[in-house]
């Protein structure tokens, strides 16, 4: 479905989070799962030119042509006013753009980079674009040496992944719960296709990280650390595996007023999953006061 | 005369200064007892208005500001005049640097260079042990520390990636000293990646060493060559500098009525004024201090007095331009629109040209330098050199990408601070890159502060945040930059911000 084009809600030139050196990430807009705990809440709709935005934007950076809904970057003042309004989720400052506005952004701040690392939403949902994008990277001279990354919540059938992954350096999958019942109450959707999809990652040499959110009282318990440990072990004792602790930032809905992970139980699990032979168990760099 | 006298007193009782740090200040007060040296009414005019500004350097200058002396002639031949035979040993060597430093002036009253270290001592370590080496090292690191405590003191490395090179930044990274400040030489062609890995590994421990495009500052300078010191200057080696003064841009940009006469007009106008300034000063040195005569610095070849230069020093560019933009009607701001940086880099290269056209006498090469001047600890209202203001700066590829125009009109130094929060000391490969990328890109220096590092840089030089807290809680500390530091922080709540920079510079009358 990819015309060359894709929604981009945001891209950074600096990140030091986002895999191996510094790279330049391009958060895509739209995801296929809901999760309460989204701290980036208003990537995952897509917007329906609704017009709920221009009536709260103190700047007159939002308009309404016509039918659509239309964001002047010029006059805005990114007061993030739209993005609280927005019925749907959505973000009516993305942007559409090319793989060729994308390459040229990378060309601009290329002697900065490692390389590049598509997030979202969820990347995957944007994956003939991923695959137009990585493939003409690779085929540029003066981009080859920027490493490739997806950050996916796995949410993709094999077959997609076999797609990709030809072009792809590194993937840093998110595994959300592990009971079933609670993955469905926190994203709204099954968690099969994405523990596939860290075996098949696996498998291919391409899960550069697993990565895990503790939510006081529903991930953190013993049974999920201890389901954690066993798919990592499966995966194999050189997994890297990075465990997040939910906080409230950017969190909207319930889930803002659930207590936020305490330094201690995040601590507590890595010593627990070391412990148990891994060797790499990453933990936030920065705790929040 | 009572309101000097009362100043003196209040030095001489003082309870947070040193008796050593009682002595500069009496010293500075008493050097502006005497008349200030001879300008015309116009330059005067707009010295008062501080328009044009002498860094306070002192009425009656008797000493260049920075001397770069040429260590490696007291190494190679010993002092006739200190009594010092050449040196055969390390040790020996580290003995002869330790006394020299203590007879080379400044405008602090310390030294501001202590030799390309690495260059100085690798003819010495044949048959030293990496370990000795590193122990002899980290001594000579807290004699400079304890005995010349100032972190205008400056050590250079590189850009060969050698023995001596690696245990200074090893012991420097352990130690985490306020001095010396430290800069690397970079040059791509001869350092490798591996010193520049290990150099960035450093910024993250300790915000040290600040790294200097090599390529770019040795076309600048001719043999002997050139050191980068105090903060972030790049001088003339065996010279130095001989006076520095600065135009406040922003006061330029307010007596402007637009651009076209910011540019045509005005801009000219106080380049002139402070050119004329500049002349008087250095006149005053070379024809009537005496600095030059009958000197043993020159006599034995350590100091050369046509490698001195003078340093047009500019700053509030980011105030300047905003200003501009309002009177134009345009809502961008310096740093973060391309018109408002592209009015920036305009104004910089207006400024090369003009200071090109100011021919100075006693002057090495007969022009002064232009430098991007990183303050003084009482500025107000103003950001240093032609930097972002203070907590709205972008990203750091950002922030490189919108300064680099500025940086090849800048001779003598542009002093920048990039600010990293603390999730790098997880990715230090994205450091590495970055200061690659900027390196390559022609930034003339990298310089970066790491939040959370108790050692951070003030403009050019470094203070430990733990001793702004012992000073305020006037308990005095034993380190001369500490005061200019607590003034800074007091005046425009640098550290407040996060990541913390530290933005102003210097105690008017003693700083650099």
Redesign the interface.
């Known amino acids: 479905m990819s015309d060359g084009v894709a929604a981009v809600s945001k891209f950074?030139?600096?990140s030091?989070?986002d895999g191996?050196?510094?790279?330049f990430v391009l958060f895509l807009q739209g995801c296929n799962y809901h999760c309460v705990t989204c701290h980036n809440p208003h990537t995952i709709g897509v917007c329906s030119d609704c017009g709920a935005c221009v009536a709260v934007c103190p700047s007159g950076a939002l308009k309404k042509s016509g039918r659509k809904v239309v964001h002047d970057p010029g006059p805005c003042i990114s007061c993030d006013s739209c993005l609280s309004a927005c019925p749907t989720r959505a973000n009516p400052m993305v942007r559409r753009m090319t793989v060729n506005d994308v390459l040229e952004l990378l060309r601009?701040?290329a002697?900065?980079?490692?390389g590049l690392t598509v997030s979202g939403g969820e990347a995957t949902l944007h994956l003939d674009f991923l695959i137009d994008l990585f493939t003409a990277i690779k085929a540029a001279p003066d981009l080859a040496h920027l490493t490739l990354f997806i950050d996916s919540n796995g949410n993709l059938p094999a077959e997609g992944w076999q797609r990709v992954l030809p072009v792809t350096d590194g993937v840093m999958l998110d595994i959300k719960a592990f009971d079933p019942e609670r993955h469905r109450r926190l994203t709204g959707a099954d968690n099969d296709l994405s523990l596939a999809s860290a075996r098949l990652l696996a498998e291919a040499g391409k899960l550069y990280e697993l990565r895990f959110l503790m939510i006081p009282g529903e991930t953190d318990s013993p049974e999920e650390i201890s389901a954690l440990s066993a798919l990592a072990h499966e995966l194999g004792p050189h997994t890297r595996l990075r465990l997040n602790a939910f906080q409230h930032h950017g969190v909207r809905g319930p889930a803002a007023t659930w207590a936020p992970m305490p330094r201690a139980g995040v601590e507590a699990a890595a010593g627990v999953l070391q412990a148990s032979g891994l060797a790499e168990v990453?933990l936030p760099?920065?705790w929040l006061p | 005369m009572t309101e000097t006298l009362s100043q003196l007193r209040r030095i001489a009782q003082n309870p947070t200064l040193s008796f050593k740090q009682k002595e500069h200040a009496l010293a500075v007060e008493a050097e502006n007892m005497l008349p200030y040296v001879l300008l015309d009414a116009e330059t005067r005019a707009a010295l008062d208005a501080r328009i044009i500004c002498d860094m306070y350097e002192g009425n009656a200058p008797y000493k260049p500001r920075y001397v770069l002396p040429d260590y490696e002639v007291v190494l190679k031949n010993g002092s006739t005049h200190l009594e010092l035979p050449k040196p055969e040993t390390l040790d020996e060597a580290i003995n002869t640097l330790q006394i020299a430093y203590h007879h080379v002036p400044s405008v602090t009253g310390m030294p501001v260079f202590i030799g390309h270290l690495d260059a100085l001592l690798l003819p010495f370590c044949d048959g030293v042990s990496d370990d000795e080496l590193y122990r002899k090292i980290k001594l000579f690191w807290r004699y400079i520390d304890r005995v010349l405590p100032d972190a205008f003191l400056h050590a250079d490395i590189g850009p060969t990636d050698n023995r001596v090179a690696r245990a200074i930044l090893r012991a420097d990274a352990e130690l985490k000293q306020v001095a010396p400040n430290l800069t690397f030489l970079y040059d791509p062609e001869v350092s490798g990646e591996d010193i520049l890995r290990l150099c960035t590994d450093n910024i993250i421990a300790c915000s040290k060493p600040h790294i200097a495009n090599h390529p770019i500052h040795r076309e600048v300078f001719d043999e002997p060559g050139y050191a980068i010191v105090s903060c972030y200057n790049a001088l003339p080696l065996r010279g130095g500098a001989a006076s520095l003064a600065r135009i406040n841009l922003k006061k330029v940009a307010e007596a402007s009525s637009g651009e076209a006469d910011f540019l045509d007009v005005q801009l000219p106008r106080y380049v002139h004024l402070n050119a004329r300034l500049m002349r008087a000063r250095v006149d005053y040195l070379f024809r009537q201090s005496g600095f030059f005569d009958g000197n043993f610095l020159v006599e034995e070849g350590w100091i050369d007095r046509d490698r001195f230069t003078a340093m047009f020093g500019i700053f509030a560019m980011a105030e300047a331009v905003n200003h501009l933009q309002d009177l134009a009607g345009r809502p961008g701001r310096y740093g973060h629109d391309a018109a408002a940086n592209e009015l920036g880099h305009r104004i910089s290269a207006r400024l090369a040209e003009l200071v090109e056209r100011e021919p100075m006498e006693h002057v090495w090469r007969g022009v002064a330098m232009l430098h991007a001047q990183a303050g003084l600890s009482s500025d107000a209202g103003t950001t240093p050199g032609v930097r972002i203001p203070y907590g709205s700066e972008p990203?750091?590829?950002?922030h490189?990408?919108a300064l680099l125009p500025h940086h090849k009109h800048y001779l003598s130094g542009v002093s920048e601070i990039l600010t990293l929060?603390?999730?790098?000391?997880?990715?230090p490969?994205?450091v590495?890159?970055?200061a690659?990328?900027?390196l390559?890109?022609g930034f003339r220096e990298f310089t970066a502060n790491v939040t959370g590092n108790d050692l951070v840089r003030v403009t050019g030089f470094m203070i430990r945040l733990s001793d702004v807290k012992l000073y305020n809680a006037a308990r005095g500390s034993r380190v001369n930059t500490t005061a200019l530091g607590a003034e800074a922080a007091e005046t425009v709540h640098i550290l407040d911000r996060k990541p913390r920079v530290v933005g102003l510079e210097l105690m008017a009358g003693s700083g650099v």
């Open positions: 950074l030139t600096w030091v989070v191996p050196g510094n790279r601009r701040n002697p900065f980079l490692n990453v760099s920065v | 990203d750091p590829v950002s490189v990408q929060d603390e999730t790098v000391r997880s990715n490969e994205a590495f890159q970055l690659k990328g900027a390559q890109l």
